[in-house]
């Protein structure tokens, strides 16, 4: 059974036992300004498997893992192309992933025997400083059980994960609330696998132009196999819908309901929960605990207003398209 911590500030004494646990097989879960994450030392192949279990995750979908210093690249990372060291300089530590080709002593585990690997370096505080004491690379995929949505919350991953973990930190909501965004380095011309807080604009701005994979071709599987699992499912059905349909959508579904909207108000009743956020970001932010909210309180479909594919926009709509194509 895991001990769950309350943990303000990277000072905090406690995270130096945590992290040497972490160094020595532990699995712990930990805050990002992504979502929580599932950590264990990368370096240990048994470590690593049990995440697998905990999360009861396909093994052929392969961990990012976090460093806390460009220094540890090298213990990982066979070379890093030119775009990709300018990708780093602009936007680590954040919420940006970067596969590279990896080392042979990285578990293959890690990587479900591809021969590349997702590197992130974080930018909160406390992730930042529990790699840097554990003195090792931490492999961390979201914090939730395989299928659900990611945890934005300790308390989601507390429900999910408590009884097969060794640590809980808990360091209040996730700052995004989406998972990072991750670019493919490897081929000449990089390509986005998912997008995140990082946008297509940012990335295009520092890089040039950069390949978008549509996700659900054939090539994706073979390229990024996790890209094929189920994601960010809750089990009401996710419905979008037109900024300008809304209301006559409202009134063609009878049973229970949620309501997501930005901008729009519509108020909440006794057979529908709504929420109206003033910017997308928020949404965004909100999204994975208002689905975990709406299995809660047994909401039969949650509405969503649908965002433009800009900026954090595209990173949400993607979440979101996965979430309605569950059936
Ligand atoms: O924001 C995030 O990225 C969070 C926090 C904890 O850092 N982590 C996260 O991990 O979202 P996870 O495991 O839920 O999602 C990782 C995704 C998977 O879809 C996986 O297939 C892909 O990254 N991935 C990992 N390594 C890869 C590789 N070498 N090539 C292609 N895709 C890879
Ligand atoms: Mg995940």
Not at 15 to 33: C, Q, S, W, Y
Not at 141 to 151: L, M, V
Not at 248 to 274: C, E, Y
Not at 300 to 324: Q, T, Y
Request: hydrophobic fraction near 45%; glycine fraction near 6%.
């Amino acid at each position: 059974m895991g001990k769950i911590v309350l943990i303000k500030k990277p000072s905090d004494p406690r995270l130096k036992k945590i992290a040497a646990d972490l160094a020595n097989g532990a699995l712990v879960v930990f805050p990002t300004e992504t979502v929580y994450g599932l950590g264990a030392n990368a370096l240990d192949d048994s470590a690593v498997k049990r995440i697998f279990w905990a999360k009861n995750r396909p093994a052929d979908n392969p961990l990012i893992v976090h460093i806390s210093d460009k220094k540890q690249l090298r213990f990982l990372a066979i070379k890093t192309p030119k775009k990709a060291e300018r990708l780093m300089k602009r936007f680590w530590p954040g919420p940006l992933t970067l596969v590279l080709k990896k080392k042979k002593k990285v578990p293959s585990v890690v990587t479900a025997g591809l021969p590349t690997i997702g590197i992130r370096m974080p930018s909160h505080s406390i992730a930042r400083k529990l790699i840097e004491l554990a003195h090792v690379p931490i492999a961390a995929p979201s914090a939730n059980t395989a299928g659900k949505p990611s945890a934005t919350r300790a308390f989601h991953a507390r429900l999910d994960l408590l009884s097969r973990v060794d640590w809980v930190i808990d360091s209040g909501p996730s700052r995004f609330g989406l998972e990072s965004t991750i670019i493919d380095c490897t081929p000449k011309t990089p390509v986005l696998l998912r997008p995140g807080a990082v946008s297509v604009e940012q990335l295009e701005k520092t890089i040039g132009k950069i390949r978008i994979f549509r996700f659900g071709r054939k090539k994706i599987v073979a390229k990024a196999p996790g890209m094929k699992h189920r994601h960010y499912a809750p089990r009401a059905r996710v419905v979008l819908v037109e900024s300008k349909k809304i209301d006559s959508t409202i009134k063609k579904f009878k049973r229970k309901m949620m309501v997501l909207t930005v901008g729009k108000k519509i108020s909440t009743t006794k057979n529908r929960i709504a929420f109206n956020f003033r910017f997308i970001s928020g949404l965004a932010k909100e999204l994975f605990a208002c689905f975990r909210l709406a299995d809660q309180k047994k909401v039969s479909n949650i509405l969503v207003e649908k965002p433009l594919a800009k900026g954090i926009g595209r990173a949400l709509l993607n979440r979101l398209e996965k979430a309605a194509a569950k059936r």
